[in-house]
């Protein structure tokens, strides 16, 4: 089976006074771009609130991939299906009612994503293979960029893939992706990848993207 592979950039490593600068440098080259809504209380940073982050999705020239990382994440997960993102991103962690919540977002015609930290164990949330379109399973601990890939998740990435087996399920990787690891990833099974540092450090972001693209798709097995 082909896997078709997404680079999938997170702005939270971009120059946030100037982001629909940042953005458009990456836009031609990347499938959505990621947004990391934080809170500082399901992890110990903040992004945007609700308002601000409306106003990017909104004026975001290619598709947004919604990566809440906030607790009690029910309702506001719903409300950022409706006001537009292709994809929004729970974690497993931070939802009450799981089976609701997925429905509500899919209801907008969104992508209904489950977000695993790294400690979380993917057996315990295999009934949900036959309700979301993404698993992201997290590389690095959620709440900051810049930090090490976890090579260790790679045994939960295929555990994964092997869950997913032909359904036409996106597996998201998030934290650490770089030239050398998005190899090691996508050779696990992933086949859509979040990268920040590596994209907003480069010199030239979109070739980034591209050099990415070309290692993962090579990497494919
Ligand atoms: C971390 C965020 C990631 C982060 C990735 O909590 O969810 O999306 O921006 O940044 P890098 O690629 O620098 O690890
Ligand atoms: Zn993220």
């Known amino acids: 089976m082909v ?5 999938t950039p997170s702005i939270l490593n971009a120059d946030f006074t100037k982001l629909d600068s940042e953005i458009a440098k990456i836009s031609s080259v990347s499938d959505l771009i990621h947004l990391d809504v934080m809170d500082n209380v399901f992890v110990p940073n903040f992004t945007f609130d609700f308002a601000q982050a409306s106003n990017i999705i909104r004026n975001c020239p290619i598709p947004v991939d ?3 990382m906030v607790a009690d994440v029910d309702e506001i997960a719903i409300a950022y299906a409706e ?5 929004v991103s729970i974690h497993v962690e931070a ?5 609701a919540t997925i429905k509500g977002i899919k209801s907008h015609g969104a992508r209904a994503s489950l977000a695993l930290k790294p400690g979380t164990d993917i057996e ?3 009934d949900y293979v036959n309700d979301v379109d993404m698993f992201l399973i997290m590389t690095v601990e959620p709440g900051f960029g810049g ?3 976890m090579e260790d998740m790679m045994q939960k990435v295929r555990k994964t893939r092997t869950l997913i087996g032909n ?3 996106w597996l998201q990787i998030d934290g650490g992706v770089s030239l050398e690891t998005i190899e090691i990833a996508c050779a696990a099974g992933a086949d859509t990848f979040v990268a920040g540092s590596a994209v907003f450090k480069a010199e030239d972001p979109a070739l980034m993207v591209s050099k990415l693209r070309e290692v993962a798709q090579n990497s494919v097995i």
């Open 83 to 87: 006001i537009g993102c292709a994809s």
């Open 95 to 99: 939802t009450k009612d799981i089976a």
């Open 66 to 68: 919604a990566h809440l």
């Open 147 to 149: 930090q090490k890939f």
């Open 124 to 126: 315990d949330y295999s």
């Open 3 to 7: 896997r078709e592979i997404r680079i």
């Open 167 to 169: 359904r036409p399920i």
